[in-house]
C-alpha cells in the first residue's frame, strides 16, 4: 500500500510536469534567425529584416526595419503613407513593438507621421508609458525629430472621394491582399520580437482604433514561449484578447498552427453569423522557429524568411 508521504510526493511531481511550460519541451536544432511576416508585402518587409538578422542583429531591429518598408510605400493603402482615410478624409496611424525582455511601445490615433513604428519604439525606449495616442503621440515624435508630412496622396483622395457618394461603410475581406502587417523575428542568439502596424479599416469613423496598437491584441511577445501577431477586422481580435490568447496555447504546448487556429475557433464560438463575412487572421512564431498560421475566409497569405530563403505561403481557413 503507498504510505500517505508517497502518495504527495508523487501527487507533486505529476502537478509538475503538467504545470511545466512547453519552453522546456523544445530539443533539438532551433530554426533561426527567422522572420514573418503578414501579406504579399511581407515578402519585401522580410529581405529588410532578414538583412539585419543575417549579419547577427537583434530581432527587435529587424522587425522595425520590416515594417518600415510597407510604411514608406505610397503605393501600399493599408499602412503608414498612402494608406486610406477615414470618414473625415484623414489619415490615422496605429502601431506597437515588443521586445524580448517585455518592453513594449505603441502609439494609436497618430497622423503625419510616416513611420509610426518608429514612434511606438521611441515611446517604449524613452517614456514610461506603453502607449501615447493622438497630439499627444504627434507632439512627441515631432520632438523626438519626426518631420511632419502628408500621408494623404493623390491615389487614396480619389478612393475616399468615391466612397463618399454612397458612404456605405462594410470591411471586406482580404481587401486587395493586404491590411495590417504584423512581423515577427527570431535572431541568432535565440530572442523574440514582433511589430505591427497599420492606417486601419479604410473609411471608419474619425477616432476609431483597432487591434494593431494594443499589446496583447494585435501583437505580443513571450521569449519563453512564442510570438504571435494579428491581422483583418480588430475589434474581433481585441474582443478575445487575440495574441496573447495564441501565445497561451503555445505555452500549453499546442504548435503555432494550432494555437492560431483555436483563437480563430474562439471568435467563431463568440459570433458565428459575423464571422461568415469578415477577415481575421493569426500569425504565430515559437521559441523553436516553428510557425503557423491560420484565418477564418481563405485568402489571408504570409511571408516567411529563413536560411533557406523567402517564401510566400497561403493560410489554412476555417471556411
Known sequence: MTSRRKFIKLSALGASLFSTPSVFAFRGSVNKPIVLSTWDFGMQANVAAWKILSDGGRALDAVEAGARVPEGDAKESSVGLGGLPDRNGRVTLDACIMDEEGNCGSVAFLQHIVHPISVAR?????TPHVMLVGDGALQF????GFTKE??????????????KKKSEYKPVANIENHDTIGILALDAKGNLSGACTTSGMAFKLHGRVGDSPIIGAGLYVDNEIGAATSTGVG???????GCHLVVELMRQGNSPEDACRMAVDRILKKNPSKAKEI??????LNKNGEYGAYCLQKGFTYAVHD???NKLSNSKSHY
Open 141 to 144: 515624435a515631432l520632438a523626438n
Open 150 to 163: 502628408k500621408l494623404l496622396t493623390k491615389e487614396s483622395e480619389k478612393t475616399w472621394r468615391e466612397w
Open 235 to 241: 475589434e474581433e481580435v481585441i474582443r478575445i484578447v
Open 307 to 309: 536560411a533557406s530563403g
Open 279 to 284: 477577415q481575421v487572421g493569426f500569425l504565430a
Open 122 to 126: 521611441k515611446v517604449m525606449e524613452k
